[in-house]
């Protein structure tokens, strides 16, 4: 989507009312957003704005979680309270906003404001990146509503989480260089945890599968925030699904790009063993 800069730019109030009025977002909503900030135009305030406006959306009897995933460092250390979010403007203006928690995990912790904020982040440290018991997973069990600004399934990082709970053949497998690492997080007091791998991301740009799947069921709401068109569906009708479909052949969510660095693989992971 190109940005009109003659166009006016949106407010805060805009997206306020827009969140509340096309995207039916209510206080006391469980949000799991992701967000591209360009999608949106021309915002007055820039993603900080965006934030606040969510935030007003759900108010404090809400809860929002988004994304702030960080590569492996080259060091291999990741720093709770600095690394940035590798995961978009809109993810690291969250992050920093005063009242935000932070998820302890050394490449996909996630952060949250609002009434269950710690109640989902808690612990993360403890299960798994993307799989069950997740911050995006307790989220969505607790009635959360996934909002894609201005993205498609293909970011949807909740998906991962229906690969754990059938546990594909291809689950636990290091795909990217960078995973196969012991990876340290440094909080800001000084302790130290080590962190062997094992939550080794996978490829989502098959989850177009399930976004098709969920459009056919009319479980997928289109609506828009500023000039991003987005979607919005239940956490759990979306892991229900993708667990169907999973079920029903494990390589339902891979992709068909030949040079994809998981894909293939783990097809080939998935095919029947034996003679
Ligand atoms: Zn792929």
Same mark, same amino acid.
């Given at each position: ?69 960080? &590569? ?21 203006? @969250? ?24 109640? =989902? ?14 911050? =995006? ?37 290091? =795909? ?30 098959? =989850? ?24 919005? @569906? &239940? ?41």
């Amino acid at each position: 989507m190109t940005t009109d800069a003659s166009a006016p730019a949106w407010t805060e109030a805009d997206l306020t009312k827009q969140l509340a009025t096309d995207c039916a977002v209510r206080p006391g909503d469980i949000l799991l957003v992701h967000s591209s900030m360009k999608s949106l135009g021309r915002v007055e305030g820039g993603p900080q704005a965006v934030v606040r406006a969510l935030m007003a959306a759900v108010t404090e009897a809400g809860t929002i979680l988004v994304p702030t995933y960080t &590569s492996p460092q080259p060091d291999g250390v990741f720093h709770h309270a600095s690394t940035p979010s590798r995961t978009g403007l809109i993810t690291e203006a @969250f992050r920093t906003m005063p009242g935000v928690v932070r998820s302890l995990h050394p490449t996909h912790s996630v952060s949250a404001w609002g009434r269950q904020a710690r109640e =989902f982040t808690d612990g993360h440290d403890r299960t798994s990146g993307l799989g069950a018991k997740s911050p =995006f997973h307790k989220a969505a069990l607790a009635g959360g509503q996934v909002l894609m600004i201005g993205c498609s399934m293909t970011s949807c990082s909740l998906v991962h989480v229906s690969e754990a709970i059938v546990r594909t053949p291809y689950f636990g497998v290091v =795909f990217y260089p960078g995973y196969e690492r012991t990876l340290t997080m440094a909080l800001a007091d000084g302790t130290r945890i080590e962190v062997p791998p094992k939550d080794n991301p996978t490829d989502s740009a098959g =989850f177009t599968a399930l976004q098709a799947e969920l459009d056919r069921r009319r479980l997928i709401t289109h609506c828009r925030l500023g000039a991003a068109a987005c979607l919005k @569906f &239940s956490g759990r009708e979306c892991l229900a699904v993708a667990v169907e479909m999973l079920k029903a052949d494990p390589t339902a969510l891979l992709c068909h790009n030949e040079r994809c660095a998981v894909c293939p693989k783990a097809r080939e992971l998935c095919r029947p063993t034996g003679r």
